[in-house]
């Protein structure tokens, strides 16, 4: 059972940037997508970015310009470049495959955007 472990989390200013890390126990190939997923608080957790097996990318309209994400398959591994910073990115990522694995879940990294 493939398990994600999610990295590189803060507390950062507004304006600042953050390198999230989600190392995976298994081929991140094995899934037709990868996603960063947001939950914010009081807020039910949402994808924010996405990559899909053929390396299509996407992203939710309130970080578009703003975050980059990228694999390095070798590793399994999956990367979030978040810069510009705004408060409202504030919460708890997680990484995991498009539908996501309910057991796959880590315990997610928390991003805090504020002054």
């Known amino acids: 059972q493939v398990q994600f472990v999610e990295s590189g989390g803060g507390l950062v200013q507004p304006g600042g940037s953050l390198k999230l890390s989600c190392e995976a126990s298994?081929?991140?190939?094995?899934?037709?997508?990868m996603a960063w997923y947001r939950q914010a608080p009081g807020k039910q957790r949402a994808w924010v970015a996405l990559?899909?097996?053929?390396?299509?990318?996407n992203y939710v309209d309130s970080v578009k310009g703003r975050f980059t994400i990228f694999r390095d398959s070798p590793k399994n591994t999956v990367y979030l470049q978040m810069n510009n910073l705004k408060p409202d990115d504030t919460g708890v990522y997680s990484c995991?495959?498009?539908?996501?694995?309910?057991?796959?879940w880590g315990q997610g990294t928390q991003v805090t955007v504020s002054s």
């Open positions: 995991n495959a498009i539908p996501w694995i309910n057991e796959a």
């Open positions: 298994g081929s991140i190939l094995s899934f037709g997508a």
């Open positions: 990559i899909t097996k053929s390396g299509n990318l």
